[in-house]
């Protein structure tokens, strides 16, 4: 149970650094709003679907599909949601120009995906974690191999989130 209580851990700490990076985007749509005398929906907008080019000239995913992507592949990692909902459009790097929620959407999302995560995992033990679950047999990736991915997944998208706000934003 050790080992499941620091997983937890882990993945509270990413999920509470995005929850922050939400507040925040927040506060710079409040303030983009009043300084450009637009409506906080439209500021919010603006932030959540910035496409900034890559080296190669291609858009890279917005803010908006990044923070998506978690939830939604944290969501579909041990068949939590049937994978023909809409959730595939945030899938695999699937439309990267696909809308998204406004951020209190996206927070339900990801507050969702993570109690449904933590609902499933809460009574498993070593021995569990070093199985691998069927429809990873294939990789032969383990539980615990695959919730440590989960935990590098979010950080990884959210320095992604990052970097598009910086180019987009910071001058």
């Known amino acids: 149970m050790i080992t499941v209580s620091i997983l937890f ?15 925040y985007l ?13 409506t906080y929906a439209v500021a919010e907008a603006r932030i959540l679907h910035a496409q900034p080019l890559d080296r190669g000239g291609n858009y890279r995913g917005h803010i908006g599909w990044h923070l998506m992507h978690i939830a939604a592949n944290e969501d579909a990692s041990f068949g939590l949601t049937d994978r023909d909902t809409a959730w595939l459009r945030y899938q695999h790097g699937q439309s990267r120009s696909v809308a998204t929620p406004p951020l209190i ?33 294939a990789t032969g990736m383990t539980y615990r191999e695959h919730l440590d991915s989960l935990a590098w997944h979010e950080a ?10 910086r180019a987009q934003f910071v001058e």
């Not at 851990?9 to 507040?23: D, G, P, S, V």
């Not at 990884?156 to 706000?165: G, I, Q």
């Open 9 to 23: 851990q882990r993945l509270a700490a990413n999920r509470q650094c995005t929850l922050n990076f939400i507040i």
């Open 26 to 38: 927040e506060a710079l749509a409040r303030h983009d709003a009043a300084v450009a005398a637009k």
């Open 105 to 137: 959407g996206i927070r339900q999302a990801l507050e969702t995906s993570r109690a449904g995560l933590l609902t499933l995992a809460r009574n498993w033990d070593d021995e569990l974690l070093a199985a691998v679950p069927p429809e990873r047999q």
């Open 156 to 165: 990884y998208h959210l320095n992604e989130c990052n970097e598009l706000l």
